[in-house]
């Protein structure tokens, strides 16, 4: 049984950091393409970054304060957050892929059920 199971989320002030984590089961991570969304009230899935075996994407607006990472001994990939905003307030989901293209879409095989992160300012 395949499972994301994410952790790592909560209420924050502007400018403090969270570490989220995802773990993974039932499939065989390493050959996984992992990737995290988010989604805020309202709005659309955004993605944040995806990482494979040898590369990382991330492409959108949170460059630079956001990182993510992989521990594929652990099954486990990582979103570190940075000097976190308000605007970053979202439900935050791992999402795990086969194949390697359109990373950047919802187009995933695996989802997590996601966990809420909250920036007050």
């Known amino acids: 049984q395949v499972q994301l199971v994410e952790s790592g989320g909560g209420l924050v002030q502007a400018g403090e950091s969270l570490r989220l984590s995802c773990t993974a089961s039932?499939?065989?991570?390493?050959?996984?393409?992992m990737g995290w969304f988010r989604q805020a009230p309202g709005k659309e899935r955004e993605f944040v970054a995806a990482?494979?075996?040898?590369?990382?994407y991330d492409e959108n607006s949170v460059n630079g304060r956001f990182t993510i990472s992989r521990d594929n001994a652990k099954n486990t990939v990582y979103l570190q957050m940075n000097s976190l905003k308000p605007e970053d307030t979202a439900v935050y989901y791992c999402?795990?892929?086969?194949?390697?293209?359109?990373?950047?879409?919802?187009?995933?095989?695996?989802w997590g059920q996601g966990t809420q992160v909250t920036v007050s300012s």
């Open positions: 999402a795990a892929k086969r194949t390697l293209q359109r990373l950047n879409t919802a187009e995933y095989d695996f």
């Open positions: 039932g499939f065989l991570f390493s050959k996984y393409a």
């Open positions: 990482i494979t075996w040898t590369a990382i």
